[in-house]
């Protein structure tokens, strides 16, 4: 058989062999958002059936948004939740990295033990803070009051509820930039620190000039995944304070999910879930030109 007829051969099996994964794929992630957006383009609530198929005024819903007072609500908390999230996480997980970056059976296993948070599902990870927030039964409450030191209701407050869900998404996430640093961390030669240290170099000097300059391209990694994957909240506040008190955390997915099914809007719901999903699009795209300028540029 001639090359060109066995490169032949080998792209069939390829295209058979994908065709499977490829009609799976359509069926659970093209198709739902095809259909949300043609939702989207119609007045749809689940007391108007004939509602669903109404496209005499397609833009209704992206043209009342603007001036939808919880729908910008929603865009800023959801903003600050992410980048103040995402900031703790990776200041954090560099910090432990630079801490458990030593040899030591008793180091391994706490570097274990601090994955455990980010294997658990969202929903027990809710759960854990959900206790760890009722002041009723919780250590943390006890502790304080053992101090003789006053706890507000954190998740009922106005004040802490969006700091107790930015301190939950933490601990949860926390261990993603935690395990890539140390990642890097572990590849860095000794050669550089040692001929630093024969040069009089702190180790703070150390950490800046010559450890921070290998480990960027990895926090500049991690931070833009957290950063994606940060709208994914919903079971921390859905379980901890249900976008309260008012709407202090009721970022933006929280907002179409309360359309959807507490007021029946399901075409508004779809039109705002639309615009979070091209804003969490744009961020990452954005995101993804920076970092290719930046190698462009070293």
């Not at 900031?87 to 560099?94: A, D, P, Y």
């Amino acid at each position: 058989m001639s090359e060109s007829g066995i490169d032949g051969e080998r792209r069939r099996f390829i295209a058979f062999a994908l065709t499977p994964s490829l009609i799976v794929l359509f069926a659970i992630a093209v198709l739902p958002a095809i259909y949300l957006v043609v939702t989207s383009l119609t007045p749809f609530q689940l007391t108007m059936p004939g509602s669903a198929t109404d496209f005499s005024a397609p833009l209704r819903n992206y043209g009342l948004l603007p001036g939808d007072p919880r729908f910008v609500n929603s865009l800023w908390v959801q903003a600050k939740l992410s980048c103040w999230g995402v900031l703790f996480q990776v200041l954090f997980g560099m910090l432990l990295a630079l801490l458990l970056n030593v040899p030591s059976r008793l180091v391994e296993f706490a570097r274990t033990f601090f994955l455990i948070p980010m294997v658990l599902p969202p929903i027990v990870v809710a759960v854990i803070w959900k206790l760890i927030y009722t002041p009723d039964i919780s250590p943390l409450y006890y502790a304080a009051q053992a101090l003789h030191f006053t706890m507000p209701a954190l998740t009922s407050s106005v004040d802490f509820a969006l700091t107790a869900i930015i301190i939950a998404d933490t601990w949860e996430w926390l261990p993603f930039t935690f395990l890539m640093v140390l990642a890097a961390l572990q590849t860095i030669p000794d050669e550089y620190s040692e001929a630093a240290l024969v040069d009089g170099a702190s180790t703070l000097q150390i950490f800046w000039y010559v450890t921070l300059p290998f480990i960027m391209p990895i926090l500049v990694v991690s931070g833009m995944f957290r950063l994606i994957d940060s709208v994914k909240a919903f079971p921390l506040i859905f379980l901890l304070t249900s976008g309260g008190p008012g709407t202090v955390t009721e970022v933006t997915n929280y907002y179409a999910y309360l359309l959807a099914f507490d007021t029946n809007e399901i075409g508004y719901s779809s039109a705002v879930t639309v615009v979070m999903l091209l804003l969490v699009a744009g961020v990452s795209l954005g995101l993804v030109w920076m970092g290719r300028r930046r190698e462009a540029m070293a």
